[in-house]
């Protein structure tokens, strides 16, 4: 079992940059696939961007939508998640989500954080 608590989200006007964390209980952190998500109001929730567990060697994955903007990264030492979100745009508001999952590359994501938001202003 992992829980998840996501944090450091907020109100902020286009092109504005945020970093969101969310920090996970339990001492197998690092054999965990890590994901942010996102689901905007009357959308379906989507990925946004992944990190593969440390065996695997922490391979990152990003959504178009979001590529060359947002960065994922984990600190295996905290137990923390982070995304950096930078020149954020109106279509980038919803709630953020980070989930935890299998080793490797998984199917589905097995636990999840209770969401963040995150809203941009024009």
């Known amino acids: 079992q992992v829980q998840l608590v996501e944090s450091g989200g907020g109100l902020v006007q286009v092109g504005a940059s945020l970093r969101l964390s969310c920090a996970a209980s339990?001492?197998?952190?690092?054999?965990?696939?890590m994901g942010w998500f996102r689901q905007a109001p009357g959308k379906e929730r989507e990925f946004a961007a992944a990190?593969?567990?440390?065996?695997?060697?922490?391979?990152?994955y990003y959504a178009d939508s979001v590529k060359g903007r947002f960065t994922i990264s984990r600190d295996n030492t905290k137990n923390t998640l982070y995304l950096q979100m930078n020149s954020l745009k109106p279509e980038d508001t919803a709630v953020y989500y980070c989930?935890?999952?299998?080793?490797?590359?998984?199917?589905?994501?097995?636990?999840w954080g209770q969401g963040t938001q995150v809203t941009v202003s024009s």
């Open positions: 989930a935890a999952g299998p080793m490797g590359i998984p199917s589905q994501f097995d636990f």
């Open positions: 339990g001492r197998t952190f690092s054999r965990y696939t």
């Open positions: 990190i593969t567990d440390s065996w695997t060697g922490g391979n990152t």
